[in-house]
């Protein structure tokens, strides 16, 4: 990258003062990934790369698995594949045909049932769980924690209604999860989407970070907000009045993250999930999930909403907004400002990713920012 | 590539054993490679990366040529050119004009007919023949052969209809090749094509493989073949009876391959013959030929069998499904197994190509596969 | 690349003859270049990438700025961002807000009126001007020289009627400069083009290359043309007569052209001026621009033959061949001949730059072409 005049050394960050923030390019591997729906797994295979190597879903007697989506005989991709036995998955090209459960080459239909390959051959297979209607991966070393473990508490403990979208976004999931927890952009670039048409959003606000639950989550806890401000030399923001707009409606709980990626936005009626998936080092999948916390006719009810307001309004246009600056985001080099305690505490956060030691119990404050630079001359 | 857990080193081959077959990327240079049908070479001249260099092929007087598709002067590609003069091409740039026999320059137009740059620059040539109604290209060093010897001698003996289908394909040559002669994955991968709907396939089988014709061939020797199968544990297969299929119609001869990557596959009423010819490390040009050993009304006849059935029905479905495993197909590292007998022999006969010494004399078998690995743990 | 047969090494040119041409792959930067129109700079910034930096021009109190396109917060291009206060621009992402004329961020919206950050980031600004309906930026070191000093005289003395086209190119932007002032290609190349129906072009010439306006420009001076030509032992050139076309409408001045690439072409009536704008290395900005010394009732004349003839006749067909060659130019290795004076001279020119000592003062010959080759063996 061409050198930038006028940004000074002093205060400059890169991101090697978060050494495991900075290796985590392709994600944090000892912890559960939802990838799909449930519904959208069914008699064929489907293939995504994840974390950067390919996985291959499949789905045989109601239970789902996921095997690494590369035949060790030719590098075919198991995905083209089939099912001829139950419990097993047959590659397209020669029929090697894999176990399931342990990856563990059974039949290689093409040389026979005495080929002496059987058994002298097995492919990588990755747990896979089913919550909330979403698939679940786990690609870590060892085994796996529950799944639950990696699932926010409230939505396996109370009646739930789940709706939302799946999508492939441009980007590496760190700058989408820093953008999902970013104090500072929220008020400014959704100032105007159709969302927030009746909410006045602040122009700025004080802030620190808080660990919750055991060091699980980052929450943020506000302690100054401001609205309609004057800028010394400048004038007042917003420019212009808004008198159709009122204050409130902002969610409650600080919104807070947690590894590997996940966000919780809760507001009074219902609450937004979302997950960043990583694909590879540009890429990740981006999961959005709007819940309410009833089902029967009150769920019904939140699913005409979802369909006809929020995934258009909210899941849509919001959200779209964020992904074009997850698209052109570029750091480092980077400078921090104030509001960016919530990403200073969440790349803290990631130097204590699960099987390591440690956990973040203190609160994060303005003073854990980088010094600001000098004045420029 | 990421590694791959459960695949031991033992029996694991990588292509270092077959040190010209690893390093032959791009083709072997020292034979002749059909490219074009000879109808495609009209008035225009047409440019083809071939073996990774660029090519023009021109047609003047009646007579095919090929150039290095590159002007000296500036790099201009030669096959945006025209021709003035009989017998010479000119860049269409500055006029540069190129004896095509020689490639000589021997006008410089808009130098006048004094330039003193003329006879001083020469573009590479290479040796183009027309058989078969194909147009053939050598691209080795020294004096080529004659064309014929890269030519299945009944192709010239007898009385030929020739159609076919020339198209480029994803994937290096190396996999096309190994595709069209490998023993295993027909039987597996094509048994529910529309081409062999009313044929019954073999489950597996084992054989050998032996050079023919002096070694320039070598053709797979069947010595069991089953059908319906029981595989311990696991099930019968084929899974469901398919009460109208028969045995029989398969092709004969051991559907042999030669250097530089040609097969023939010899049905009872007419042949199928195939060529992978180097585009660059990613491409190859698919040359599909189905030949009637008739002329005249019987040849006639085949070619509305062609153009109505087998380019549809065997051409396209059948070998479209071979296009989708090149394309896929990721190696080393990889595992072979039994049937694999033929890839090993394939590598083997590379390893004497022309210009070399020593020729392929005896049978390949499975003794001559890599040893299988030790059982998972 | 591949070696090229036939290319001996005496006479055969790399480039690095010239090396401060060499290295200008991404242009010369201490000279003005003319990027957009006007016009097209209206309420929204618009971000190119110029000279292999994203740049982002934006138009405030009718006054054009042009910043370095990256928010040094989070690298976010400014170009997404809008205008809150007079005389700056805000990012998107955040509201950090830069003075335009000076770079500084003078408020970060979304951290109050007494942010720490204010005063102490800076980003990069490039001086602009606008003349000829046109917008110039200023990319070198140090204070610029008027943009009057990188525009032809007789463009701000006399009263003028501009029209043209801005586009965008693929290659390199010194090929589009070489192709520009090439002696040889244009009574070859463009010898069939509708733009020249009526007129008849020399076949070839011979020239010199002078130094003009101390040394600013350099421009062709034609010692001998000849038009229908015997090649010994090929034939008469062109090889048809036509009978329709006459001598004479040649562009008058030699053609000249000057840094950083920049080509007149006088024609009795009107003038043609071309610009070669650095992109990144691959791709140029190409402004086309036709002039009338008049305003008033013939500017509006012109502006009639503009657009119903020229703009399709010349700056489309005419110049679109061209464009082809740039795009599939490709050198060094190169070989030079005798028209290539004007080559040599523009690279001799180029080693010149603004900033460096000395100017071309001695014409160029032909005896500063490199030695010819030995005839081929």
Same mark, same amino acid.
């Given at each position: 990258?061409?050198?930038?005049? $006028? +940004?000074?050394? *002093?205060? &400059? #960050?890169?991101?090697?003062?978060?050494?495991?923030?900075?290796?985590?390019?392709?994600?944090?591997?000892?912890?559960? /990934?939802?990838?799909?729906?449930?519904?959208?797994?069914?008699?064929?295979? @489907?293939?995504?790369?994840?974390?950067?190597?390919?996985?291959?879903?499949?789905?045989?007697?109601?239970?789902?698995?996921?095997?690494? %989506? &590369?035949?060790?005989?030719?590098?075919?991709?198991?995905?083209?594949?089939?099912?001829?036995?139950?419990?097993?998955?047959?590659?397209?090209?020669?029929?090697?045909? /894999?176990?399931?459960?342990?990856?563990?080459?059974?039949?290689?239909?093409?040389?026979?049932? %005495? +080929?002496?390959?059987?058994? !002298?051959?097995?492919?990588?297979?990755?747990?896979? #769980?089913? &919550?909330?209607?979403?698939?679940?991966?786990?690609?870590?070393?060892?085994?796996?924690?529950?799944?639950? %473990?990696d699932i926010p508490a409230e939505l396996l403990e109370k009646p739930v209604t @789940?709706?939302?979208r799946i999508s492939e976004r441009k980007g590496n999931w760190r700058l989408a999860a820093e953008n999902g927890f970013d104090q500072g952009h929220a008020k400014y670039l959704h100032r105007n989407t159709p969302f927030v048409f009746f909410r006045k959003m602040p122009v700025w606000d004080r802030s620190h970070v808080v660990p919750i639950e055991d060091g699980k989550w980052i929450a943020r806890v506000t302690d100054e907000v401001h609205f309609d401000t004057d800028f010394p030399g400048l004038g007042r923001f917003p420019t212009r009045k808004q008198w159709w707009k009122r204050r409130g409606g902002a969610p409650r709980g600080g919104s807070p993250l947690r590894l590997p990626g996940m966000l919780r936005v809760a507001y009074p009626e219902?609450?937004?999930?979302? =997950?960043? @998936?990583?694909?590879? #080092? $540009?890429?990740?999948?981006?999961?959005?999930?709007?819940?309410?916390?009833?089902? $029967?006719? !009150?769920?019904?009810?939140? &699913?005409? !909403?979802?369909?006809?307001?929020?995934? =258009?309004?909210?899941?849509? *246009?919001?959200?779209?907004?964020?992904?074009?600056?997850?698209? %052109?985001?570029? +750091?480092?080099?980077?400078? *921090?400002?104030?509001?960016d305690v919530s990403i200073i505490a969440w790349r803290k956060l990631c130097e204590h990713p699960r099987g390591t030691e440690g956990v973040l119990t203190e609160p994060i404050t303005e003073s854990d920012l980088p010094a600001i630079a000098e004045p420029v001359s």
């Open positions: 990258m061409a050198q930038q005049q $006028g +940004s000074l050394s *002093l205060g &400059r #960050e890169a991101w090697s003062t978060w050494p495991r923030y900075e290796a985590a390019v392709l994600g944090f591997p000892n912890y559960w /990934y939802p990838v799909l729906w449930s519904r959208q797994l069914k008699k064929k295979p @489907v293939g995504i790369t994840l974390m950067g190597q390919p996985v291959m879903f499949f789905r045989s007697g109601g239970k789902a698995y996921a095997l690494r %989506d &590369r035949c060790p005989h030719r590098g075919i991709p198991l995905h083209h594949g089939e099912q001829h036995f139950p419990g097993t998955l047959s590659c397209a090209y020669h029929g090697w045909t /894999y176990d399931l459960e342990s990856g563990t080459l059974v039949a290689s239909i093409t040389d026979g049932p %005495d +080929s002496p390959i059987c058994g !002298k051959v097995r492919v990588q297979t990755f747990p896979v #769980e089913e &919550r909330l209607g979403l698939l679940w991966v786990y690609m870590g070393q060892g085994t796996p924690p529950p799944v639950e %473990d @789940v709706c939302g219902w609450s937004h999930y979302e =997950w960043y @998936v990583p694909l590879d #080092e $540009g890429h990740h999948r981006y999961l959005q999930i709007a819940v309410k916390f009833s089902q $029967g006719l !009150k769920g019904w009810l939140f &699913r005409l !909403k979802y369909w006809t307001n929020l995934r =258009w309004i909210f899941h849509g *246009l919001f959200n779209d907004q964020d992904a074009l600056m997850v698209e %052109d985001m570029d +750091s480092p080099p980077e400078r *921090l400002y104030r509001p």
